[in-house]
């Protein structure tokens, strides 16, 4: 099977602007969540998607939205860029099972840099 | 969000060498999951780990997940230079979110 699929894989934009960062699960994955990576603040939790409704969101502003489509496939947006954006994006797709564990594959990211 | 204690935060290691990481938390987690993240790429999935006192291997790897399940160990034998880059664990509960630890970042020397 593909992986998780990540497009761009980098970026550059300046404050002010948009950004729109998609991603393709596994197939089969119905649950998509997105994470924010820098080297101070680690790993952070963004929002999880499954069956194109949000689940779970974590504690960013109202700038960072995603969606989910009928496919499974996501996307995040974030608007009004700040230089505290530049990031490391990640998704990552899993398959939620029957005893409700479940197993999390991350994409490669999407490198993005606010000038 | 809450963040795993995971220690140590860096390692470095003659190549040959055994390595060991260790998460803990706060909260009991019905599930553990190692990564291990080159630089500029996606966490790569090393290990999972779904009940209280579950031994699993991986090749060279080794991990654990806790009795108490508030913590797991991973275990590397006979560390190789490619072992080099940062190693996650990550535990989830009854809800739907992942909580990551901090990471530890090991080094091979040749």
């Known amino acids: 099977k593909a992986g998780v699929t990540q497009t761009p894989r980098y970026l550059i934009k300046t404050r002010g602007q948009q950004v729109t960062l998609s991603c393709s699960p596994i197939?089969?994955?119905?649950?998509v969540s997105w994470y924010q990576q820098t080297p101070g603040q680690g790993l952070q939790f963004l929002f999880e998607?499954?069956?194109?409704?949000?689940?779970n969101k974590g504690n960013f502003p109202g700038r960072f939205s995603g969606r989910q489509f009928s496919n499974s496939r996501s996307e995040m947006n974030v608007s009004t860029l700040e230089l505290g954006d530049s990031a490391l994006y990640l998704c990552a797709s899993s398959l939620l099972d029957r005893g409700s564990t479940k197993t999390q594959y991350f994409g490669p990211g999407t490198r993005l840099l606010v000038l | 969000g809450q963040q795993l204690n995971q220690s140590p935060q860096s390692m470095f290691i003659q190549e040959g060498e055994d390595v060991s990481m260790n998460c803990t938390s706060s909260s009991i987690f019905n599930t553990w999951l190692w990564y291990k993240q080159d630089p500029g790429e996606g966490p790569v999935l090393l290990i999972a780990l779904y009940k209280a006192g579950e031994l699993t291997s991986n090749g060279r790897l080794t991990a654990q997940f806790g009795i108490t399940r508030k913590d797991s160990f991973l275990n590397i034998s006979a560390s190789i230079p490619s072992d080099v880059g940062i190693y996650f664990c990550a535990g989830h509960n009854t809800g739907n979110q992942f909580y990551f630890g901090t990471g530890t970042s090991l080094t091979v020397i040749p």
């Open positions: 998607y499954f069956s194109e409704t949000q689940r």
């Open positions: 197939s089969g994955h119905r649950s």
